[in-house]
């Protein structure tokens, strides 16, 4: 056990679909998983293990931002033995290529955020995710007839920006859309010598100011959910 998980030695997968809210965790077990138990509840951060089509997965909710994935992330892969996690999440479009419910996989982030550097000393601004994991990904997607983007993404420390620069974080670090958890998730499986991946359905554009509802994103995410596990079955 850990400060902040709960689970026994031995009870959480080699592979974590990871996304940030506890309910979607809870909505992935029991839609998706069989024979899946509540491993850990500590703070309320559900974790589910369980199977997908005969293989152990874990689901397991990070919550919101850098902070909060960096403990999950660290302790799942150091405490834990973990091998591979996913990232399941959100993301808003700095491009109008992108529409509402398109799929991006994060080739790499970029941040302005210190986490890297108060972590271990490092200072850097754009940070890879992992290639081998990325590619089991896009064959998985191009088998399923599934669209996914391959780019770079922006990690943000802030939500309410007061001067929103989305423009030229697209224009100059070639930023497709932005969420604010994979950078520091990013560091952490690098850091560790595991995989870490981040999977992101859009779901509203800064750009054409098009949004989601609540209903239309819980519903719009089966596409993602579903390329996840299937890759994670592959692992």
Known sequence: MTPHIEAEKGSIAKTVIMPGDPLRAKFIAENYLTDYKLVNSVREMFAYTGKYKGKEIT?????????????????????????????????????????????????????????????????????????????????????????????????????????????????????????????????????????AACLLTISDSLVTHAETTSEQRQNSLYEMIELALESAIRL
């Open 59 to 195: 689901v397991m909710a990070s919550g919101m931002g850098m902070p909060s994935i960096g403990i999950y992330s660290y302790e799942l892969f150091t405490e834990y033995d973990v091998d591979n996690i996913i990232r399941v999440g959100t993301a808003g479009a700095y491009t109008d290529e992108l529409n509402l419910f398109d799929l991006v996989l994060a080739r790499d982030a970029y941040s302005e955020s210190s986490f890297e550097t108060t972590q271990s000393g490092i200072d850097e601004d754009v940070l890879a995710s992992n290639e081998e994991l990325n590619q089991v990904i896009l064959n998985t997607a191009k088998d399923l007839n599934k669209k996914v983007v391959y780019g770079r993404i922006h990690s943000s420390d802030v939500f309410y920006k007061e001067n929103n620069n989305f423009k030229e974080l697209y224009d100059k670090y070639h930023c497709l859309a932005v969420e604010m958890e994979s950078f520091a998730l990013f560091h952490i499986a690098n850091r560790c010598h595991k995989k």
